[in-house]
C-alpha cells in the first residue's frame, strides 16, 4: 500500500482542516490505518486509528475535537480536525498496518507528511 496524505495547511487558532489520506493498492479496505503527528523537536506521537471494520479509536489529547474515518470504496483515510490549537501544528503522516491496535512500530506503510500550522 502506498499513501499520500494532503490537506494540511497554515490556520488560526479554531479554525477546521480536513486532511486525507490516498492509499493505492488492493489491501487498504482490509488494513488498519491511522494519523501520527510530529511537532519539530518532538517525537512522532500517535494521533487516532480506525479499523477495517470502521471502528476507530481517537487519543484523549484531541478526542472531542478530531474525526477519523474511512471511505474503502474510495481508498481514502480522512481527519477532520475542529478547534485546532497551536499546539496541534506538526507534520501529519498516514500509516497503513495489518494489526490493531495502532502503534508506529506495526505501521507498514507511511505517506510523506502534511504540514499543519495553527498560528495564535
Known amino acids: 500500500v502506498q499513501l499520500q496524505a494532503f490537506g494540511g495547511g497554515l490556520v488560526q487558532t479554531g479554525a477546521s482542516l480536513r486532511l486525507s489520506c490516498v492509499a493505492s493498492?488492493?489491501?487498504?479496505?482490509?488494513?488498519?490505518v491511522g494519523w501520527f503527528r510530529q511537532a519539530p523537536g518532538k517525537e512522532r506521537e500517535f494521533v487516532g486509528g480506525i479499523k477495517w471494520n470502521n471502528i476507530a479509536y481517537i487519543t484523549d489529547f484531541v478526542k472531542g475535537r478530531f474525526t477519523i474515518s474511512r471511505d474503502n470504496a474510495k481508498n481514502t483515510l480522512y481527519l477532520q480536525m475542529n478547534n485546532l490549537k497551536p499546539e496541534d501544528t506538526a507534520v501529519y503522516y498516514c500509516?497503513?498496518?495489518?494489526?490493531?491496535?495502532?502503534?508506529?512500530?506495526?505501521?507498514?506503510?507511511w505517506g510523506k507528511g502534511t504540514q499543519v500550522t495553527v498560528s495564535s
Open positions: 493498492g488492493r489491501t487498504f479496505s482490509r488494513n488498519a
Open positions: 500509516a497503513s498496518g495489518r494489526t490493531w491496535p495502532i502503534t508506529a512500530a506495526v505501521m507498514d506503510s
